[in-house]
């Protein structure tokens, strides 16, 4: 099955502290992983793609096949990255999925206090 | 990139009566995903929708209770029918230009709410 895990719901660390987002997902065959965020009153939108290897407001995920991890990481949060985040999955429809569709972890919350 | 505006932005709704959603992009769009989030979950799929052909359903849902137009490539509604509470519910629209590494766009949403 296609699955993405997001253990936190929420996450709260101090402006300037590094953050750290876990994401975890089984999937079949070569995956296609991304990090949405949402911001308050704004609509969802890509923060990165693991295919494009970019660092995107400070923030960088590293796809790790072994440990089927695709953690977001950033070494000094600051207040403006509060917000929602979701890891998402690209569905492949030969393993089951809607050709694609992305598959969206539950998400995290992240508070950054100052 | 692909702006996509939906209308209406929220409703309150009464049990039984159904409500239209429609979806407008800014570009032509070759895919088109309905999603549902309710509250405190994530993102759940509810069809796919392209040009020219029936709309595929995620498993849990239906056509009878989810009909879904796709009349042009820039444009899709989706009907939520006979609602109940249980459909309380942001539905967001989603697109990408074509299938492959692309890029998903998402709407804003439209935040129903079922009395």
């Known amino acids: 099955a296609q699955r993405v895990t997001q253990p936190e719901k929420l996450l709260s660390v101090f402006k300037g502290a590094p953050v750290e987002l876990k994401c975890n997902y089984s999937y079949s065959g070569s995956p296609e992983l991304f990090w949405y965020v949402q911001y308050s009153r704004q609509r969802l939108q890509l923060l990165l793609r693991h295919i494009s290897r970019e660092s995107i407001k400070g923030f960088t995920a590293d796809l790790n096949k072994g440990e089927t991890s695709f953690h977001l990481k950033k070494p000094f949060a600051q207040e403006e990255d509060s917000a929602m985040y979701y890891c998402?999955?690209?569905?492949?429809?030969?393993?089951?999925?809607?050709?694609?569709?992305?598959?969206f972890g539950k998400g995290t919350k992240l508070s950054v206090k100052p | 990139s692909a702006v996509i505006s939906q209308k209406p932005s929220r409703d309150i709704c009464q049990r039984g009566t159904s409500l239209t959603i429609q979806c407008q992009v800014d570009s032509q769009v070759t895919m088109m995903f309905w999603y549902r989030q309710q509250p405190g979950q994530s993102l759940t799929l509810i069809a796919t929708?392209?040009?020219?052909?029936?709309?595929?359903?995620e498993s849990g849902f239906v056509i009878d209770k989810f009909p879904i137009s796709r009349p042009n490539l820039t444009f899709s509604t989706l009907t939520v029918s006979n609602m109940s509470p249980e459909d309380s519910s942001i539905y967001l629209c989603?697109?990408?230009?074509?299938?492959?590494?692309?890029?998903?766009?998402f709407g804003p949403g439209t935040r129903l709410t079922v009395t």
């Open positions: 989603s697109v990408t230009p074509g299938v492959g590494p692309y890029e998903q766009y």
């Open positions: 929708a392209n040009q020219g052909s029936e709309a595929t359903y």
């Open positions: 998402a999955l690209r569905a492949n429809m030969n393993y089951g999925g809607s050709q694609g569709n992305l598959i």
